[in-house]
């Protein structure tokens, strides 16, 4: 069966990586197995398996962050609690975007999502002995589950795409009345299925956290990309779905990486409620000198992680949130074009064979944004990785996410450039020739 990279390379690279299962690898170890794959074939592959912003970083972050650097910031520790500038435009943001009131104290920059979540995560389940356990509605981001491994924290999961609407109800419910949850994390877009809560959704989610004292971390990584809607507008609605209008207890991540293409900077900000901010826990006192869940968030966990952000990042995100909420530069404009990728993959991913895995939403069809899910039949998404390397073409599977649709793959669209289309076109008609 002749494919486009010699199936005894892809072999070769396979076995001298440290890759021991590739049906269960991580994203990064697919990332390291196909540039072993590259270098050795000489063949370019099609990439979705990270979702590595493929748009240029956001011009007025970058010429902030060199003006910064040029005055001297460099040389000095930054303010664990974020630089002001950052902290008001960022409180501004969430004013104009989510119509949300959050005080700049609340606001604190972190050294990508990433580590927003990390402190995050572990803030909540420190705060009362008995509410231990994070509630990952899931699929989800693989890595939040690394951080809880490493954190040592249980986690508890479920897919969502059988309990949308009115059966997401109960399905929290029975999970909740243990009262051993601490909190409750999705992300909103999801990677990696691109549903999107809807408000009533959230208003659940919201109205069971207050009910049983669950603190909800929402992660809006893919902030305003749901493109069936226009959330660019600053001050006008509609605005980005949130939980924060349903209660107050909560934490927002609002991460630069993919809004802004700012990821290789690491920032982002993780926003408290003010409820919460200043909430007193008695039991954070086993970990931190303050019972005060805000101040111990910053000057225990975030202190502990990193002694803050990187200064002139700071400075940068807080120009992209300035042009944004002053209409000089519009919120969705750049990102907007993977909508137009994601849109012509899919269709060429069903036109040789593949079926959509989580495919509608609510009934409505999927938004096209940065993500795709995809099955070929008779395969398991393990087995579909694998499958599918000698053609040039890398993506996860969706079993590290936490779905419950084995046979899935995770296909992120932001590396896919125009040009390379008819490549996979070109490819996925070669996959298909030989496996129909
Ligand atoms: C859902 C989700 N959360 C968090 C992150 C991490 O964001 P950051 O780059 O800001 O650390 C990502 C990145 O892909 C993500 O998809």
Redesign the pocket.
């Known amino acids: 069966m002749k494919t486009p990279i010699d199936t005894a390379i892809v072999a070769k690279a396979i076995d001298e990586s440290k890759v021991h299962n590739v049906q269960r690898a991580s994203i990064r170890e697919v990332v390291r197995l196909v540039n072993t794959i590259e270098k050795l074939s000489g063949t370019k592959f099609v990439r979705m398996e990270m ?1 590595v912003p493929g748009i240029n970083a956001e011009k007025v972050g970058v010429e902030a962050e060199i003006e910064s650097l040029k005055r001297g910031v460099a040389s000095i520790y930054p303010d664990i609690e974020g630089i002001k500038e950052l902290k008001d435009e960022a409180s501004r943001f969430i004013k104009l975007f989510l119509d949300i009131n959050i005080s700049p104290s609340g606001i604190v920059p972190t050294v ?4 927003g ?1 990390f402190c995050a995560f572990l803030m909540c389940a420190r705060r009362d002995v008995n509410k231990t356990t994070t509630l990952f509605i899931d699929p ?2 693989p890595v ?1 589950k690394q951080q809880h491994k490493v954190l040592g924290i249980p986690v508890e999961q479920f897919d969502v795409y059988n309990y949308r609407g009115e059966k997401l109800a109960e399905k929290l419910e029975s999970y909740l009345k243990t009262g051993k949850i601490a909190s409750i994390v999705y ?1 909103n877009p999801n ?1 990696p299925s691109w549903i999107c809560f809807t408000d009533d959704e959230l208003k659940t989610i919201g109205t069971l956290a207050k009910k049983y004292d669950v603190i909800v971390i929402e ?1 809006l ?2 902030f305003g990309m749901d493109f069936r809607q226009d959330y660019s507008v600053p001050g006008q609605a509609p605005f980005q779905p949130t939980v924060a209008k349903y209660t107050d207890n909560y934490m927002l ?1 609002i ?4 809004i802004f293409s700012y ?1 290789g900077q ?1 920032i ?1 900000i993780l926003a408290i409620s003010d409820t919460l901010y200043h909430r007193t826990f008695p039991d954070l006192k086993r970990y931190f000198t303050s019972d005060s869940f805000g101040f111990a968030a910053i000057y225990g966990a975030l202190y502990a992680l990193s002694s803050g952000t990187c200064h002139s990042a700071q400075f940068a995100l807080a120009a992209m949130f300035k042009a944004v909420n002053d209409g000089a530069a519009n919120l969705t404009a750049s990102v907007k074009e993977y909508e137009k990728r994601a849109s012509l993959m899919k269709e060429l991913f069903v036109k040789y064979g593949f079926n959509i895995v989580y495919d509608t939403d609510l009934g409505r069809p999927l938004a096209n944004g940065f993500y795709f899910t995809i099955s070929y039949p008779g395969y398991t998404g393990g087995e579909l990785v694998e499958e599918l390397l000698p053609y040039g073409i890398s993506a996860i599977t969706l079993d590290i996410t936490g779905s419950e649709r084995k046979e899935g793959l995770r296909a992120c669209v932001s590396q896919v450039r125009m040009e390379q289309i008819p490549v996979l076109e070109e490819r996925l008609k070669i996959f298909y020739e030989n496996h129909k």
């Open positions: 979702g990508g999502s990433m580590q979540g989800g981001f939040q992300s990677n992660d990584a893919y991540m991460s630069s990486s993919k990821a690491r982002g």
